[in-house]
């Protein structure tokens, strides 16, 4: 499972660099990978209910935006236990696919992460294996806007698969000015490569 991950993630990747900076060349890249299935195992990747199970450490009952959400398959979102759910992602296909759960409480679009402005304040913001498919410059601008989407309580949690391969990603995330907590699922502990990063404004950080 972890080789075909792998694979599909740097299968493409040189490509993805050159296309990046035009987000209708970058919408057909990530369509076509879907229409592929290359992305098919996520929806069976990892336990989906841990960003839920975080979020609720901090907010019970979240709105929850989820940017680069792709099928959103694996996002355990128990009925009843959030206040809303706003799916974002490039791929037209994957929102397609999202919508078709028909979750309750839930919202779409189809955007690019980049430049969107969501059309409310969130308590949690989640980037779930999103973050390393932006150039760093556009992850650190981002993560810059990003505390402006959010209410009085919100934070922000990063997903990142392998923070040995991303390791300038998760520099972008110490140094956005944040303060940065680390989770990392109990199984893998310090030695695992899964690794959540819950980012909180001064403002609601802990005296
Ligand atoms: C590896 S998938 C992760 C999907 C989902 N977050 C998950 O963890 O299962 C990366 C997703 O990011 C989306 N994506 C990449 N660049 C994007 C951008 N600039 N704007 C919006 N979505 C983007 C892709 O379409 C894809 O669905």
Do not use: K
């Not at 398959?73 to 037209?92: E, F, Q, T």
């Amino acid at each position: 499972m972890s080789r075909l991950r792998t694979t599909a993630g740097l299968l493409g990747a040189p490509v993805r660099a050159l296309v990046r900076r035009s987000p209708r060349l970058n919408a057909v890249l990530w369509d076509a990978q879907y229409a592929l299935g290359m992305w098919g195992y996520l929806d069976e990747a990892g336990d989906g209910s841990v960003p839920l199970s975080l979020i609720e450490t901090w907010a019970p009952q979240p709105a929850i935006l989820d940017l680069g959400c792709g099928t959103s398959v694996n996002l355990a979102l128990r009925r009843g236990r959030y206040r809303h759910y706003h799916g974002v992602d490039i791929s037209r296909r994957a929102i397609g696919t999202a919508r078709a759960l028909r979750r309750p409480d839930a919202s779409y679009a189809v955007a690019d992460i980049r430049t969107y402005t969501p059309p409310d304040r969130y308590d949690a913001i989640l980037l779930r294996e999103v973050i390393y498919y932006l150039s760093v410059p556009e992850a650190a601008d981002l993560l810059r806007r990003l505390p402006g989407m959010l209410t009085a309580r919100g934070r922000i949690l990063v997903q990142i698969y392998d923070v040995q391969r991303s390791r300038q990603f998760v520099a972008v995330i110490r140094d956005c000015g944040l303060e940065v907590t680390t989770w990392r699922p109990p199984e893998t502990g310090d030695a695992g490569r899964d690794a959540f990063f819950v980012l909180t404004p001064a403002a609601v950080a802990e005296p």
